[in-house]
């Protein structure tokens, strides 16, 4: 059975960054392309950032582009994304996604979560 377990949520004042990780098991990781979404109180889930299973390729949403990067150590199956110059508008709670294959197409497997917060 799959298991995603994120961390490095917080609260953090505009233009200030964090650090999520999220550690897989159950699967053979490198397999797996990993995402990282979010869903905003009111609002939609949505994806922020993709990468394939070998780290090689990585996908971004518009609104995060050139402030948050997606890597991955396929050696601790760990998952990362660094976000810099965090917006109020990047509040969210953070989900890590798993999915064999390529980055495109469904997510199959979720972690629980990780509420990011980004004070004015």
């Known amino acids: 059975q799959v298991q995603l377990v994120e961390s490095g949520g917080g609260l953090v004042q505009a233009g200030g960054s964090l650090r999520l990780s999220c550690a897989a098991s159950g699967l053979t990781f490198s397999n797996y392309a990993m995402g990282w979404f979010r869903q905003a109180p009111g609002k939609e889930r949505e994806s922020v950032a993709r990468i394939s299973g070998n780290g090689g390729v990585a996908r971004y949403a518009d609104s995060v582009k050139d402030r948050f990067t997606i890597s991955r150590d396929n050696a601790k199956n760990t998952v990362y994304l660094q976000m810099n110059s965090l917006k109020p508008e990047d509040t969210a709670v953070y989900y890590c996604?798993?999915?064999?294959?390529?980055?495109?197409?469904?997510?199959?497997?979720w972690g629980q979560g990780t509420q990011v917060t980004v004070s004015s």
């Open positions: 996604a798993a999915k064999y294959g390529g980055t495109s197409g469904d997510y199959s497997a």
